[in-house]
């Protein structure tokens, strides 16, 4: 019959229905251990069955915590990626800073700036190389590197800006190693000391009695320093000297020019002088002004040599060294009459 539909034709109950692509896909493994250890016990396991068997058994043990799960083996295989990073690091640097040594064009400050950036640079490639190794996603660290951040923000700025103050001073040559500085103790005392040693976070400094004052590298770089070999090793010292009114003053200068020029430490040019410096209350006071070049090996020897010269200088020319003379004045009263008098057994009679 025209007009009429021609019927549809019923699917087949043999059909299978299409399945979804994503039901395909194979289950992702398990990333709760550490990536490092997961790699190494697949290498070494596919060559060698025992020291395999060996290694599941350490991975056996483990602790989970919800989808983290830390094997033994876990554990011994970080704590050598660590030990072997740190071990390598430390072996570079030594080797780095021996080399730099040997480098004969560099001076003490600049050999000892090159080693410690060489020592900055090389640990900071361990720290990369041992994230590297255990296989750790920076990227999972942003949060924790945003607080470290801020720690080192407030807490270890002063680490830090000590760490940039002593390369500073290194590059500028203002304080090195071997320089002559005037520190001052607790009490306010100034003395003065040898540089030894300048570190990541202190300037080691030992006076002449080998105190070693260690002042923060920041400190020497925002405060004023007194250095004594900063341009010059060449430092002038004082010696007073008194001598008496009655003295004669030529010889007395002369006497002194000679005690200086006897020591050896002081240099003969520029030569020693001479100064009066003032009219004192029982002498008439120079000063002695002499140079020396070596002011680590202690300036209050070269005094003393000074002063013992001139003690047997004086002694032989019969200059005197005066000492403090008073004269006392006593106004007469009846009470010291009577006192007197009774001293001397003349009591005065009675009317």
Known sequence: MQGETPPTPTPSPD?????????????????????????????????????????????????????????????????????????????????????????????????????????????AAAFFLGIDLLGIDLTALAVFSGAFGLAIGFGLQKTFGNLIAGIILLMDKSIKPGDVIAVADMAGNETFGQIRKIGVRAVSVTTRDQREYLIPNENLMINQVENWSYSSKNVRMQVPVGVSYEADMNLAEKLMLEAAGSCDRILKAPP??????????????????????????????????????????????????????????????????????????ELPTKD
């Open 272 to 345: 020693p002088t001479v100064w009066m410096s003032e009219y004192g209350d029982n002498s008439v006071n120079f000063t002695i002004h002499c140079w020396i070049q070596d002011p680590e090996d202690g300036v209050g020897n070269v005094r003393s040599a000074v002063l013992k010269k001139l003690w047997w200088l004086f002694k032989e020319h019969g200059v005197e060294i005066p000492f403090p003379q008073r004269d006392i004045h006593i106004r007469s009263s009846d009470q010291l009459d009577r006192w007197f008098a009774a001293r001397n057994g």
């Open 15 to 123: 059909t299978t229905p299409v399945e979804q692509a994503w039901s395909l896909a194979e289950n992702a493994p398990d990333q709760g251990g550490v990536a490092a250890a997961e790699g190494f016990k697949e290498a070494v396991g596919s060559q060698n069955e025992t020291v395999g068997s060996v290694l599941d058994g350490l991975d056996a043990v483990a602790l989970s915590m919800g989808d983290m799960r830390i094997s033994l083996l876990d554990v011994l295989l970080v704590a050598a990626i660590v030990a072997g990073v740190l071990f390598f690091a430390w072996f570079i640097s030594k080797l780095a800073r021996r080399g730099v040594r040997r480098f004969t064009k560099l001076d003490d400050t600049q050999q000892l700036l090159a080693e410690k950036i060489l020592t900055i640079v090389v640990w």
